[in-house]
C-alpha cells in the first residue's frame, strides 16, 4: 500500500458511523429543546435587551451588555456538538 496508494482499501465502518450520528443526534434533542424555550423567554422579557436577541447577533453575542448570557452560553454548547455531528 505504501507504494501504490491506488490499491488502499480501508474500512467504513458504516453501521458505526450511522449509529453514532444517531447518538449524536439524541444529545442534540435536548438541548435544542431547551434553547427554544429560552429565546422564548427572552422574546417575552420586559428589558429590550433581552428581546433584541431574536433580531440582533451583536446583542446575543455580547450577553455582557445585555446582562443575561444564558441564550448565547446555549448556542455555544449546541454548536460544539453540531461541530462534532457535521464532521
Do not use: C
Request: hydrophobic share 40%; net charge negative; charged share 30%.
Amino acid at each position: 500500500m505504501g507504494n501504490d496508494t491506488e490499491f488502499s482499501i480501508f474500512r467504513r465502518f458504516a453501521v458505526l458511523n450511522a449509529q453514532n450520528l444517531l447518538y449524536l443526534q439524541a444529545e442534540l434533542v435536548h438541548p435544542e429543546a431547551e434553547l427554544q424555550t429560552i429565546a422564548e423567554a427572552d422574546n417575552r422579557a420586559d428589558k429590550q435587551s433581552r428581546q433584541d436577541f431574536a433580531s440582533s447577533w451583536w446583542a446575543l453575542s455580547h450577553p455582557e451588555v445585555a446582562e443575561d448570557g444564558e441564550q448565547w452560553a446555549k448556542v455555544l454548547e449546541i454548536r460544539a456538538k453540531l461541530k462534532e455531528y457535521s464532521q
